[in-house]
Every structure is written in structure tokens, then in C-alpha cells.
């Protein structure tokens, strides 16, 4: 028995698939595979000077130095996010006609 070919669309369909499988396959393959470009700045590219500057080493001798005693009994903050309560309305708000002249000690609230 001989087997009815399948139709164009059907086939140009598939076809389509695999393409954009094959595709998208080798597009992710290659950002995986690509060197990133590295910049970096001439300044640090820089060679280093070796000489040592007796001035910076005079000033270490002049800064503040703590014990680790004294770096233990610092205080220290530590802030933590708050959650701010949503405003909610549980009471019924209610309109008042009188003036405030016509207002009676009887009216306010003690």
C-alpha cells in the first residue's frame, strides 16, 4: 500500500522548527563559548613605582590605633527595614452642620 505524501504546508512547518530549534541552539551556544571583551583602563595597566615614600610610612605612625578591646565595646547599629501599617478606615467618617460658634461644652469630648 502506498502511503499518501504529506502535505506542503505540513512539511514546510516542520521544517520551520527544526530550523528555529537549530537556530536558537547555536545562537546560545555561541554567547556561551565567546571570550567577554575585557577593558581596562591604562592607569592600571600602569607599572607600579618601587621606591617607598618614607612620608606616607611617617604618617602611619601618627594615625589613631585601636586596640581590639576597644573596637569590641563600640556600639553597633544595625538597621533593619520596618514595615510601614497601610493606613486602613474603620471607622465611618461623619459630617457635622454645626458652626463652630454653636458649638455647647455638651458637644466636645473631655
Known sequence: ????????LVTVAIFTTITVIFWIFFSVYTVLIKT???KVPSELLEPI?????????QDVSTKIHFEESDVESLPTI????TLQPTPTSTTSATISTKRPAETTPADTEV
Open 1 to 8: 500500500m502506498k502511503r499518501p505524501p504529506a502535505p506542503r
Open 36 to 38: 567577554p571583551d575585557i
Open 49 to 57: 613605582d618601587p621606591t617607598l615614600d618614607l612620608e606616607s610610612l
Open 78 to 81: 544595625i538597621l533593619t527595614p
